[in-house]
Structure formats: C-alpha cells, structure tokens
C-alpha cells in the first residue's frame, strides 16, 4: 500500500539496523522509553526488537489511553450506562477494561446498560441527533489527539442546540504523565528505572507540536526524538537517540517532520482552548494523582458536561492487588514480572488494563511476544 | 406437489407481502409460501414429494455432517446475500473432510415485517448457489418469530456428503516439516461486510469472495491424494484456523509475512479501521496443510482452479510444544500471530 508500505521496508531497516549496530558503544546499554502505545504496538507487531543490539533496550512507557484509566473513571461510567435514558457512546476496547465487582461496560451492556462502540466522536452526535428522546453521553478518554475532535463536536452540539448530548471528559496531557515519571523516585532517587532517552509521541505531537518536550531534554537532561508510528520512524528514532546519548547531547529532535512541526497545530489548539481547562489534579493508572495532569469542560460549557449535569460522583477505587499495570505503566516493571500474566491475567480474562488495549504493554507482549519469554 | 398445484385464490404478494406470523403456523399461508417461494425455487424430486424428510440414496464411502448457522448483517453485502452464503458455507464445511457434498437442509427463521420481496430474492440466491454447487436442498423448515425478536432473516443449513476411503484429511494431521498453503487473498468477506456498516459506511470495490469450495478440494485430491489438513479460515480469519490446527496437531507453525496474499484495498481498509486482516473472516478461500514433496503439485493444482487462481505457500509446520504460530515480519524481525481476542467484528456470517 502506497505512503505505508515504505515505511516497513525490510531492506531500509536493515541499513538502519546496520548503522545502529555501528553507532553503539562496547560496554555500555541504553535504555529508551517509548512513551506512546502506538510506538509499543509497531515494536511487538513488526518485531523491532529483533533487529536492535541487545545493548539497546526498549522501557514501554504510559502512553496508552485505555491503560491510563483509573478504575474510578469506569465504573463512574458504568453507573452513568445503567441509568435509564442514557446511552453511553465509547471507544472499542474501552468496554473491555475490568472495573469493580467483575463489571465491565461490556459485562454492563450485557445486562442492559446501552453501551454504543463508536469510531470517533462524530458518531456519537450522530446518535444523538437521530435519538432525541435519549441522553447521549460520550465517554471521551485519550490524549492531546483525541481531544481536538472532542472539541469539534461540542462546538457543534451548541450551535445546532443538542439538548441531550454530552460528554464525560477523561482528556489527559501528555507532559505532565512524563514529567511525573521523570520526577518519580525511581528514576530520580533509586535509579532502578534508566531512561536514557525518550522516543516522543507521533500523533500527540502533531497537535501540541515538537516545543513542549523542550523542557524536559534541558531540565532532566533527557534527548526526545518524536518519531512516527512505523516501523522504520521507530528504527531511526533510536539511532538518533544513540547519537545523541553518544555526544552527549540532550535536544528535542523531529524524526516525524512529515507531519510534526515545532509549533503543532494552532487551530487544534485554539480549539481545546476555547472548550477545556485544566483539572487541578486526575488520577492515572499506575501513576495516581498527577496534578494539572487532565482536562474538563470550562463553566461556560458545563451544560455539556455530564459530571455536573448528572451529578456523577468521583470515585477513587484501587487496582486489584495482584496487578502490576501501575508498575508496568512507569517502566519499574515488565509485564512477564507480573505474577499474573498470561495465567491469571490475558487478553480474554483481563485483570489489568494493559492487557486490554492493543497499545497495552501486556496485551502487546501477550499478543505478540510471549513466545520469546517461554521456555 | 405435481403440475395441478396452487390451490390458492390468491398467489403470494411477492410485491409489497411483508412476512406475518401466519407464515410459521403451519396452516394454508406456509403452505403457500413453501409452496410458491421454497418449492419453486429449490425445485427438486424430494421436495416435491411434500413430506417432512428427505429419503436420500447414498453413494459408498463415510457420511460427513455439518451444520452452520448464518446471522449475517446486513443481509445483502458486496459480492452476495446471507441465501448464497448459506449454501457455500456449509458446502464448504462438508468439503473441508475431502468429502463431496451431496445434499444441504435449509432452516429458516424469519422476523415477522420482513418485506417477501427481500426474501425471495434471498431465496432465489440461495437456489441459485445450490444449482451452480450442484447440491440440492433437500428438505427444510420455516419458522416466524414476532418483530423484534429476529433481524430479518436467519438461516440454518446442514450438509451431507460421503467421503472415499483412503481420504485421511483432518486438522490433527500436520506434521512439522509440512507446507502450509492458502488459496488466495484473505480478508475479502471481513472487509466487505465492514463497508456496509451503519457507523463505518466507507466506500470500496471490494466484494465477498463467497464461493463453494468443493470444486477446488476436488481438483487438489486428484492431484495430492494425501493432503493433511484443509479449513476454511471464516471467523477469525487464518490467524484462528492455524491456531486450531496447531493446537489439534500439536505443532506449532512459522509463517513468511511477505507471501500471505492480501489484497491492496483490503490492506487500506484493515489499516484504517485498525484490523489485522489476518483475523478478518473468509469465505471462498481455504487453507492447506501437505508434505512438504507434494507442495509444487498442490500449488500448481490450485492455481489451475479459477477459486485458487492467487494461491500462495505462506509458511511451515513446526516442532513447538507451546502450539505457537510465529511470523517473519516483511520488516524482519518476528512475532507471534495469536488466536483471536474477543469479537474483531461481529455477525460476519
């Protein structure tokens, strides 16, 4: 397939492989968190790994947005499904995500609760505007990328006056989740998480642009190379990564320069402006309470938002104790280090939510890789 | 029935008649619809016969069953109808022992509204394909449940054939060393289905490869007597079939990414809507399992055949005592390609 096909071309990612192999010093390792789930999944799918030295190590970062989602936020949107009138518009393997008391959104629709998979937020306006007499909630998650078309329909909703649309908000920012891990003790004080570079964001950045992560290369001395979601972006990300850790540099580099620019996008930007603002504090999976961390409908929008318009109470529930999703999300853990996984704990009987979505660190090595770690 | 049929004051409204409950109740309309929509177009000596079974002769050689019911939606798509899919997907079903397919029984559910002109041409379809495979339907039965408890049309069907002795094809027969072969493109059915869906309606060329396979068994037995093991990759597309057949031989298998058919439109499509098409359902395609000496002729054979006209080597059986499929990347490294996790997409046949 043409503009895709080129980006997985097995000759080009030899010499890469080849260039990579050459750049890297004897003796020393480098450990590289890439930050998006989109960049874990091309890895396992593609077998990236395959083709780095085993002296570059690759730490899967919290970029996944069905990951990052509290248990809280699931059933407050479990409660909010099962209410009469409600339909409940989401992303796909948002149903799968295991919420408190066995439930699911899945397990929910499946005793009554009108739970809708939708493609993007469009369809679920849509819905709304075929369905009057119902109250069409869409279940918003998801980073920067996600959030411009969240935008775009409740500006939308407004100027056609959608009375019965509205949108639970769970928006997160991504500096602030890298920030956070950048910050947390284990990789400040213990050092027993080493992350010697990031590969940053594709699509994130294509909104917020190339200058947020500038802060982070100067301040924790960190390189970020934002790479695209192929495979081949991937392979040279990390040579450009392995350059910069080998001259001692630390910069924000653009490996994605056919769709990122430094700045991003202002009319995205402009867009969730006009509509957002920032929570003082949201809880993330793995990470906690991560202050400035999310966003939620301004004042002058609550009508549209279904926290304040059916009085949902927030809700902190605590992960499951034998699941390591916390730890996977930081990078302190692998998923074969949790004791559940692929027993307990798999893409059909999920505990955590890193084995739901694709982008997942579990599910992608469950998927993908598990025959690597058996014996 | 013989020619001084149709005792009925009025023929069935096959213009603007919606299915009522009467047509299940086992009174005089079912037996005008059976009459002048079933028996019509099926028309064979057995169902003419107006009994509730069928007294069938049957050929030397083990009897083969299969069953499948077909809830496809929508009902008409890209490329054919839930009637057609009906009758290859069991024909199918049966042809996948080697078995040569001899007669099919046909079980309708049908949702009281359903207009009777979308039924007849269902109906029609459904005939239609019985006739080109050659496999009449021999006896069958009509149910109407109320609106709103069905969706439209679901049909039933079952399939008989025998298969000759000396025809050993089973999915615990591969062995490692052997050659795994696939038929043609996959994920054609998966991808035409999902053009149609009301909130992915996308616009594509791309039709149903739906097609009676047996013809194609045929000529591969004439050619490769001893093949190991054929399936037809429906639901779950070849990712699930190979899991199967490992799982059920105990081997595990390696695939080569770069030699698995694919067409390009149905690889635009997959990669927008997020699919692998690995796991996106078939059904007019096989896949085959032979010694890796008989791999040359069994290709040639396929390829001989229209049905099999792309037919490709994709990969081999190997030892592996976790059953596991792996793949070679196009892009060079490896991965596993693993069974199917929850519903890809549902209702596809």
Redesign the interface.
Known sequence: ?KY?DEY???AL??TI?ARIAAAVRPGRTYHFMEFCGGHTHAI????????LPPSVVMVHGPGCPVCVLPVGRIDMAIELALREKVVLCTYADTV?VPASGGLSLMKAKARGADVR???SAA?ALRIAREEPGREVVFFAIGFETTTPPTALVLREARAAGLSNFSVFCNHVLTPSAIAHILESPEVRELGTVVIDGFVGPAHVSTVIGAQPYEYFAEEYRKPVVIAGFE?LDVMLAVEMLVRQVNEGRAEVENEFTRAVTREGNARAKDLVAEVFELRRSFEWRGLGLVPYSALRLKTEWSAFDAERRFAMADRRVPDPKACECGAILRGVKKPVDCKVFGTAC???TPIGSCMVS?EGAC?AH??????RS?A | MTGTRRPYVRPVDFKAGLVDMSHGSGGRAMAQLIDELFVEAFDNAWLREMNDQARLPMPPGRLVVATDSHVVSPLFFPGGDIGCLSVHGTVNDVAMAGARPLYLTAGFILEEGYPLADLRRIVRSMAAAAREAGVPIVTGDTKVVEKGKGDGVFINTTGIGVVPEGIEISGDRARPGDAILVSGTLGDHGVAIMSLRENLAFETTIASDTAALHGLVAAMLASVPGIRCLRDPTRGGLATTLNEIARQSGVGMRLEEDSIPVRAEVAAACEFLGLDPLYVANEGKLVAICDPGDCGRLLEAMRAHPLGRDAARVGEVVEDPHHFVQMRTGFGGSRMVDWLAGEQLPRIC
Not at chain 1, 366 to 371: D, E, F
Request: net charge positive; proline share 6%; charged share 25%.
């Open positions: 397939m895709v997985r071309d097995g990612a030899r492989a396992s799918r593609y077998g990236v790994t395959d083709l799968r998979m939708v493609y369809d495979p798999t893409p059909e694709s599910a469950y998927t993908y890789g598990r025959y058996a």
